[in-house]
C-alpha cells in the first residue's frame, strides 16, 4: 500500500465500516495516521473493527447508525465534526444489497435501497461540505457506487443499480457544487470484490461465471480499492474531481 504523508492526522469519516471493503478502508486510513471516525449499523462488527485499528480516542470514533433513517445525516456528520474540531474526507461506504426478480421487487424495498445508497450519501456530502467550508481547508469526498450502476449490473439487482446509477449522478453535481470551495468529490465503481456482500448475495457459481469473463482472472481484494480511495483522498489528487473511476480488472472497459 502507498504511503500518503498528508493524510497523517487528517479527519476522515467512513461509512458502513463494519465488514468487507469498509473494514478495509478503516484500515487504510489507519495505517496513513488519519483520525478516524467510522460507522455501520452492526454494533458487533463494527466493534471489532474498532477494536483491531488498536486507536484511542483521539484518533477513533465509532457511531452505530441506520443510515435508512433520514434524521441521522446531519447529526452524525456534526458529531464527528464536534469530536476531531473539523473533517477533511467522507468515503460513502455504505450500501445494501438484495437480490430479487422484477416481480417480486416491492416499493419498501425499492426505497430502501435509495435511503441507504443514493439519499444517505448525498445529504452526508451535503453535510460534510458545509462542514469543510467553514474551515476553509478544502477537502475530499469519495462516494463508492458500482459498476451496477453503469452497466444495470447481474440478475435481479434493479434497486441497487438504480441507487448506484443515481450516486454517478450525485457525484458530478457536487463535484460541480463544491469546486469554489476547494472540496473534491469523486466515485469509484468497484466490482467482484471479494466480500462477505458478495458471498452473501450471489451463489457461488454465479460468481465463477461472472470472474470467468474478468481479464484479471479474480475478483478485487477490498485493500486493491482502498488503495484508490486512498489516492483520491490524498494531496496527489488535487485536479481531480467529478471523476467516477472503474476498478473491475478490465471486466468492463469504458
Not at 183 to 198: F, G
Request: no cysteine; net charge negative.
Amino acid at each position: 500500500m502507498a504511503t500518503y504523508p498528508d493524510l497523517r492526522d487528517k479527519i476522515v469519516l467512513v461509512t458502513g465500516a463494519a465488514r468487507g471493503l469498509g473494514a478495509a478502508l478503516a484500515r487504510a486510513f489507519a495505517e496513513q495516521g488519519a483520525r478516524l471516525a467510522i460507522t455501520d449499523v452492526d454494533t458487533d462488527g463494527l466493534s471489532e473493527v474498532g477494536r483491531g485499528l488498536g486507536s484511542g480516542p483521539d484518533h477513533l470514533l465509532m457511531e452505530v447508525v441506520d443510515l435508512a433513517d433520514a434524521t441521522t445525516y446531519d447529526p452524525l456528520v456534526a458529531r464527528v465534526a464536534d469530536h476531531f474540531d473539523g473533517l477533511d474526507v467522507l468515503v460513502n461506504n455504505a450500501a445494501v444489497l438484495k437480490r430479487a426478480p422484477m416481480d417480486e421487487v416491492d416499493v419498501a424495498e425499492f426505497e430502501r435501497h435509495l435511503r441507504v445508497n443514493l439519499t444517505a450519501p448525498y445529504f452526508l456530502a451535503r453535510a460534510a461540505i458545509e462542514q469543510m467550508r467553514r474551515r476553509g481547508r478544502g477537502g475530499r469526498i469519495v462516494n463508492v457506487a458500482s459498476m451496477a450502476g453503469r452497466t444495470g449490473g447481474v440478475a435481479d439487482v434493479h434497486p441497487y443499480a438504480a441507487s448506484k446509477g443515481g450516486l454517478l449522478a450525485v457525484t458530478k453535481a457536487l463535484a460541480g457544487a463544491a469546486a469554489a470551495d476547494r472540496v473534491l468529490v469523486n466515485a469509484i465503481l468497484p466490482s467482484n470484490i471479494e466480500s462477505p456482500m458478495l458471498r452473501d448475495v450471489f451463489p457461488p457459481d454465479a460468481i465463477a461465471r461472472t470472474l470467468s469473463q474478468v481479464p484479471l482472472g479474480r475478483a478485487a481484494l477490498p485493500a486493491e480499492v482502498a488503495g484508490l480511495v486512498l489516492w483520491l483522498s490524498s494531496d496527489a489528487s488535487s485536479y481531480v474531481t467529478g471523476v467516477n473511476w472503474d476498478i473491475n480488472g478490465g471486466w468492463v472497459m469504458s
